[in-house]
Every structure is written in C-alpha cells, then in structure tokens.
C-alpha cells in the first residue's frame, strides 16, 4: 500500500479514493488521519477479495442501482455496500485484524 497526494486524482468532493495498490489523499494531512487511512485500507481489502476489477465493476453498478432509487448522487454513494462497510468501521483501526472474508456483504 503506497499513499500518495495529489489533489488533481480526486474527484471533486472526495478527500481520498483508493485505487489498488495507492491510497491518493488530497492533502498531505490525510496522511497522518489514522481514520481516513484505515477507511481507504478497507477499501484496498475489499479490492484484493474481489480480484480488483470486479471490485470496480460492482461498485459501479451498486452506485448505479442506488442512484436510480434514491435519485440522489450522495445518498447513492453512502448507500453502496463497500461505502457502508468502510464508513461503519473506520474509526475501529483493529477492524482489519478482525474482518471476515468479503464482510462487506452483510452490508448490501
């Protein structure tokens, strides 16, 4: 895992996205954030149990799916299971010692 800043990487209204093996961060800070990092750990988890690809394929389509329904981006965006895993235990940074394999499907 390599955290890198640059806030040129980041969509609009986001301080960070994970992309794997890089956690990009938009200011340097964020670096230090122990619960920002470990929320984007879980996302790099996440990427590495769904082979990558997939992760970034189902992640679209989630937001998607729950675009369509809630008819709003944010709340779309905050519904998507691996968002609501990630959200619900970032400040737990002994959660990844813990998790069991593809936990965030107790999220859909």
């Known amino acids: 895992m390599f955290v890198i800043v640059s806030r040129y990487l980041i969509p609009k ?5 994970t992309l794997f093996p890089f956690i990009i961060v938009s200011e340097h800070d964020l670096k230090q954030n122990p619960v920002m990092i470990n929320h984007e750990k879980i996302h790099i988890r996440q990427q590495i149990e769904l082979l990558i ?8 389509l989630e937001f998607l799916i729950r675009w ?27 959660y990844l010692k813990q998790r069991s394999f593809w936990k965030f499907l107790s999220y859909l």
């Open 13 to 17: 209204g986001f301080r960070g996205i």
């Open 53 to 60: 690809l997939p992760f970034f394929i189902w992640y679209g």
């Open 68 to 94: 369509i329904i809630y008819k709003d981006k944010n709340t779309a965006y905050r519904n998507i299971s691996f968002e609501k895993e990630a959200y619900a235990n970032e400040k737990d940074l002994y």
